[in-house]
């Protein structure tokens, strides 16, 4: 433990550790900052830092990043432009206030950390016996991942889809979306597998998910990518608005791979001040991409976390798949941080040629030395459920079954 606790330190002393990241930059003379989707990414002191140093933050404004990053906020920004949002409370203060809102709502709901996402800090109630308990959990999952143990309640779908829009906004007030991701095969509100585009929904749902994003980025004047969230009710085939990630996403390379725009490239376009290079009808969308994310765990082990050293490490190559890592033979895989050690992507003519792709990929994909989720994955995509493009919330544990 003492171990722990001193990594924990050093991360605290180095990767969220502002000034000294503002610091080592204006000493390395560098004029702008990417922040990737980890650490900082959505922390607007990193941005107003940035700017107070003469830096360029290659993302959105401290202000939006501060907004947006609120859940309340966030929702109550959705409700005032029209956006559809899921029945829900205020900041919820105690068990009781919890309860009275709970009966007012009516079970099933779900319990959320204002201050963050993740799946950090979210709970499902199904039963009022549970409550107190299910409240004090959640409250201190939030409190140690975000410093803010704020709660609030939604209603919670059960046959529910994950969708999200991907935006791109500049700085002369043009937004654009291009096209969303289908996020919903996760285990434990984390995204295992995801897809772009969207499988099995009508062309009429998915028109007004993409224009309720532009709408919601287009009223706060958003600019840079971003990525709004949001569930869909597949028995009443309505949806509301989750949250915005004012950031890149894990799963943006999808996106990239159907429309062949590079994301990062436009974020670093738009943060120095340039218009969108492209329209809304300029955009188009070829064939279908698949991501699965490799993590360092073991899905037999109720996905218990295996680091280790990598003793092997092969990667599938050829046309239409990409791998993203920072791994390679003869690295150590750390206990500290995320399980996630490599993220690949594959694009196909349709979703059925891209399934097929991924499998012959992840069965080239080679690593010896640790557990990773590869075989548990290729049992999802091997499943009648996703091969079908029946996709839901529930999907894994119905293959966990």
């Known amino acids: ?127 009022l016996e549970n409550l107190e308990s299910t409240f004090e959990s959640a409250t201190a999952e939030a409190k140690a991942a975000f410093g803010d143990g704020s709660m609030y309640i939604e209603r919670y779908i059960s046959n529910a889809r994950h969708i999200e829009v991907q935006i791109l906004g500049d700085q002369f007030g043009n937004v654009v979306h291009l096209g969303e991701r289908d996020c919903s095969t996760q285990r434990r509100h984390q995204k295992l597998i995801e897809e772009a585009t969207a499988p099995n929904i009508t062309e009429e749902l998915r028109e007004s998910i993409r224009q309720s994003a532009v709408k919601l980025a287009e009223f706060i004047g958003y600019e840079s990518a971003g990525t709004v969230e949001f569930i869909v009710d597949q028995d009443a085939q309505t949806y509301y608005f989750l949250e915005m990630n004012t950031r890149i996403q894990v799963e943006h390379p999808v996106t990239e791979m159907v429309t062949g725009i590079d994301l990062i490239e436009q974020q670093i376009n738009v943060a120095n001040n340039e218009p969108l290079a492209f329209t809304q009808d300029q955009i188009a969308f070829r064939g279908h991409s698949i991501e699965c994310r490799i993590n360092a765990e073991s899905a037999k082990d109720n996905f218990k976390p295996t680091p280790g050293l990598i003793q092997r490490w092969d990667i599938p190559q050829g046309p239409g798949i990409r791998v993203d890592s920072h791994v390679f033979q003869g690295y150590k895989i750390p206990i500290y941080y995320d399980s996630m050690i490599a993220k690949l992507i594959v694009h196909g003519t349709n979703r059925e040629h891209a399934i097929r792709r991924m499998l012959v990929a992840l069965d080239e994909f080679q690593v010896e030395g640790i557990s990773t989720t590869i075989p548990f994955i290729k049992e999802i995509l091997n499943s009648n459920d996703f091969k079908s493009g029946q996709v839901h919330t529930k999907l894994i544990e119905t293959v966990l079954v």
Do not use: W
């Open 1 to 127: 433990m003492e171990k722990l606790h001193y990594e924990l330190f050093v991360l605290a002393k180095s990767y969220l550790n502002i000034p000294i990241i503002i610091t080592t930059a204006l000493a390395a003379k560098v004029d702008a900052i990417h922040p990737g989707y980890g650490f900082l990414s959505e922390v607007s002191e990193l941005a107003k830092a940035c700017e107070e140093n003469g830096i360029t933050f290659i993302g959105p404004s401290a202000e939006h990043i501060e907004k947006m990053g609120n859940k309340l906020i966030a929702r109550s920004i959705a409700e005032q432009c029209g956006v559809p949002i899921l029945k829900g409370s205020s900041k919820v203060h105690s068990v009781q206030e919890a309860r009275e809102i709970v009966e007012e709502i009516g079970l099933p709901v779900m319990l959320k950390a204002a201050a963050g996402g993740g799946g950090r800090g979210m709970k499902i109630i199904h039963s």
